[in-house]
């Protein structure tokens, strides 16, 4: 049942759905999660305060500019920071236990089984003097499986998924073409089907068509095989059209957080709003494209009260002396005073949704 | 010689704005500030040796072999010098030939790095090829070949033995680092403005390797530093010449470890290793203000300890 | 496989021009030296051996430049060295032969380990990122890396051999002992390999583990080491094959590299331990004005150099598969 809101061709052709609801019960459970960067002249938090669930099946997308601190935040949950960054508050509960805190070594029985993760550049992300196969194998020895038909056959088996030939697992990162190696590190994190992928950006590398390729991919798997995904991106009208529920981030900062079509038929957050105010419709009309004034703040000198007032269209003098909790107005959570205080005089003639 | 790794990425700043910043960045950094400390200890000794020893060091005037007393504060030589007189005023020597090798040595490696780059091609290719072979064909003892046929090497000559033969390290790295240069923006505008190559070379891109540059003359003159003294030690430099090297070469011959005479031995040792790691402290520091991942880290103590592996 | 080859053309031209080199050198030299020469020896040379002189810095010869040249190239061809001129009548080749082995023992042993040791330990360094370890290597190597290679000899001959006098500091063995494949005897060799062993071990082993430990530091922060954390890999899995393997290879050619500078230190080593090795040859044949000797030794070293570059370089294009696809 496709929804007519979105006559997205590619998907009606597929056949998938999006509003299939997920099955009850999150599978994450990230609480409070603050990350700092330690540094010679003090510490910078990237990550403030940050709160989210996500559900067996839910495909959740984080957005936001360069520097919001969305990596630093898929990182700090997948427990894979490195000095100077660290959990500095906050937990992380994958299916009720809390991995903050928890060594290496601890956390290997679920890496990988139950979460896996997926980067931004293959070519970056794989080990580039080792064959695909190997780097496959790897990951299957380190959790027990030592028969070699059987590591043979899976690695077979998840490149057949992504659509790959499996005589590649011989081949060297080097050899693959962009999407082949972005492909491959997707079937890799396929391997023991875990409950949650975490994706980080896999898409920005490539080109719009083999973006689109890839997202229709990562979403077939996700129906077939049932595993959450948190998607991470800066495109936002990418991830609109195959995300659940949605996450918009500023300056380390949750804006706004609900579900994808509430939030595109009716953006709250000033924020939100600027940046879909900023994609035009193809087919749409003409409307004067807006972008949004200024730049993020720097995180070691914040602004006092809300952090986005500096580039607010609807600041007023208390945004400047109050920070802004989430309030939540419907199902989304959004956090900005004006929308708190009921004000209504939102621009709703400028409204973006998703019907062009 | 020192480690380096070349991971230095140059901006357009101003000359001054960057003064200031590298200023600071050495003030921080505790090894660039032992290393300057000595460095300009050892000028300042070289400036005005008159200063400090009173004694002539050529003058074989005194009882030899003494140990260190109030009037020989190293004791003196198995000729009779005075040993303090002869460190002392043998900094002069060390310092020019270091500087003077350095620089030599760095300009010809910017000037053949920096073309090579620029003009790609062929000539790229013959020059690398150049570079190359000098490189791999061992430096010590073509040293040793070149400074036997020369006989009695003066401070002149062994300038000039360890510039040509020292080059081909640092024009690598200088080569490599240009090379990242050459696509970049403004060199494009200046040679759509006309400019010529030689201009473009000199004005441009060469005050954007500062860092590369000053990082090259410290390995130099390190370099110098270590050859020239190795050669006079075995008595390929001028036997006359007041230099460490030359202090090490009499109390060789005079065999003054097996008599016990140890400071003949230790104080030139001493102040070679002591200059060397001078320029070698510089030259590691300005490795980790260029690549900040290189840097001393704090171990962090708190319930969330997070190290590269937990 | 033509990466190799391409090593290996590299790998003639250089020896071709250390040939040359040999060859014009001793020609290009300011004033006349071989006039100079030729007054020392009088009276000393027989004829032989002044016509050996007379060769190496082509005076009184009816030959052009060029003739001598190819003669010259023939000549090393065929492995005539000529012959030594203070171990006459022996011929070059075979003098160099008994410095041979000791060199190859000393030298060779030694760098092996230093390179196996730092590299071991400039892992384990940065590894241990904020550790003891990393704290102190650093500035301390920084340091033995500058100290001249024969001033830890000498004080190694102060300390341990002079003052505590727990091991010798001369020569390969004992004047007294006999040579032979008995215990005794290895004994010996042992024994006065320690000390000039360690000096080289010492001053050798600073720019391995430096290198290894920055080169670590950089690849520990690429986003295939955090991806093998990812997938729960157990640690020495991770810092082995995933940071080591890529943080040696270009130190195996920075290996080759510095090798011309460990030779260096061998021969001021030898030097001052006395040690009967190719180092100590050649400054003796150059106190000796002995040039026939010192020619064919250099080219030696280069030889060897070039060899262990070649190796590296096979090796590299074993490890990396990157490389069978260059260029």
Known sequence: ???????????????????DPPVPGPVLEVSGLS????????????????????????????????????????????????????????????????LVGLTDKQLSAIRWRDVSVVMQSAMNALNPVTSIGKQFKDAMQAHGVRNGDEIAARSAEVLRMVGIDPVHLRSYPHQLSGGMRQRSMIAMAMLFTPDLIIMDEPTSALDVVAQRAMMVQIKELQQTYGFAVIFVTHDMSLISHFSDRLMVMYAGQVGELGSTRKIFDRPRHPYTRGLLEAFPSIRGPRVPLKGIP?????????????????RCPLAVERCMHVTPGLYQMDETLVRCLRLADGDTSQRTDEHRSLTP | ???????????????????????????????????AVLLVLFCLIALFPGVLAHDDPTAQIYPRNLGPSAAHLFGTSGLGNDL????????????????????????????????????????????????????????????????????????????????LTGWSYTARQLRSQALTLRRRDFLEAARVRGERPLYIIVVEILPTMISLLLAAFLTNALYAVLFASSLQYIGLGDPNATSWGTMLYWAQNNEALQAGYYLQAIVPGACIALLGAAFALLNYAFDEIGNPALRPVRKIRSKHVQSATS | MRFVLRRAGFFLLTLWAAVTLNFFLPRMMPGNPAIAMMAKFHGRLTGQSLIALETIFGVNTHESLLAQYWHYLCDIATGNFGTSLFFFPSPVSQVVRSALFWTLGLVGLTTIVAFLLGTGVGIVAAWRRGGLLDGIAPPVLVITSAIPYFWIGMMFIMIFGLKLRWLPWSGGTDITAVPGWNPAYIGNVLEHAILPGMALLITTIGTWTLTMRNNMVTILAEDYVRMARAKGLPARRIMLDYAARNAILPNLTGFAMSLGFVVGGAILIEYVFNYPGVGYMLLQAVQNEDYPLMQALFLLITVAVLVAILLADIATAIFDPRTRTAR
């Not at chain 1, 049942?1 to 509003?19: A, R």
């Not at chain 1, 959740?60 to 990596?71: D, H, P, Y």
């Not at chain 1, 200024?294 to 500096?310: E, I, S, V």
């Not at chain 2, 003892?141 to 033995?161: D, E, F, K, R, W």
């Open chain 1, 1 to 19: 049942m496709s929804n007519p809101q979105l006559p997205d061709p590619v998907l009606e052709v597929s056949g998938l759905s999006l509003s």
């Open chain 2, 84 to 163: 303090f007189a002869q460190a002392v005023w043998g900094t002069r020597q060390v310092l020019i030939i270091a500087l003077g090798a350095g620089l030599a040595a760095t300009t010809i490696a910017a000037v053949i790095g920096v073309t090579a780059a620029y003009l790609g091609g062929t000539w790229d290719g013959a020059l690398n090829l150049l570079t190359d072979v000098l490189l791999v064909i061992p430096l010590f003892p073509l040293l040793i070949v070149i400074a036997a046929y020369v006989q009695n090497s003066g401070t002149l000559v062994l300038i000039a033995v360890l510039t």
């Open chain 1, 294 to 310: 200024g730049n993020p703040p720097d995180l070691a000198r914040l602004p006092t009260g809300c952090r986005f007032h500096p």
């Open chain 1, 35 to 98: 990350v700092e960067y330690v540094l010679d002249r003090g510490s910078v938090r990237a990550v403030d305060d940050v709160s989210f669930t996500v559900s067996r099946g839910e495909f959740l997308g984080i957005v936001g500019e360069s520097g919001c601190g969305k990596s630093t935040l898929l990182f700090g949950v997948a427990q894979l920071l490195a000095p100077p960054a660290r959990i500095c508050g906050g937990t992380v509960r994958f299916q009720g236990k809390n």
């Open chain 2, 1 to 35: 010689m020192a480690a380096t790794t070349v991971t230095t990425q140059p901006g357009r700043a101003s000359a001054g704005h960057a003064a200031r910043r590298f200023w600071r960045a050495v003030r921080r950094n505790r090894k660039a500030t032992a290393g």
